[in-house]
């Protein structure tokens, strides 16, 4: 079991950057595949970003990719998102979420665990 608490979210214009954090519990952290989601009002919930517990990089979703970079910190417990020359259209609630893997999914019903997500708005 893991409790994933996400931070950093906020208000900020077009053009500007935040960076989100996700702080977990339990002490096999290293074991997980992290996953950064987001779900903007009257949409599905969809990938941004993740990241294998093997290690290797991120993967990203076409829509950030150049803009957003995710990191993790296996002695921390915690996965970043740090998103840049954001957009209005990256206005969403952002999701961190942990699997028992080290396969990298997209689909959000693979993962087991999920935040509470924190809010992300950008205006004009």
């Known amino acids: 079991q893991v409790q994933l608490v996400e931070s950093g979210g906020g208000l900020v214009q077009a053009g500007g950057s935040l960076r989100l954090s996700c702080a977990a519990s339990?002490?096999?952290?290293?074991?997980?595949?992290m996953g950064w989601f987001r779900q903007a009002p009257g949409k599905e919930r969809e990938f941004v970003a993740a990241?294998?517990?093997?290690?290797?990089?991120?993967y990203y979703a076409d829509s950030v990719k150049g803009r957003f970079s995710m990191s993790r910190d296996n002695v921390k417990n915690t996965v970043y998102l740090q998103m840049n020359n954001l957009k209005l259209e990256d206005t969403a609630v952002y999701y961190c979420a942990a699997r028992t893997s080290m396969v990298v999914y997209t689909n959000p019903v693979e993962y087991d665990y999920w935040g509470q997500g924190t809010q992300v708005t950008v205006s004009s």
């Open positions: 990241f294998s517990s093997r290690g290797g990089g991120a």
């Open positions: 339990g002490r096999t952290f290293s074991t997980y595949t």
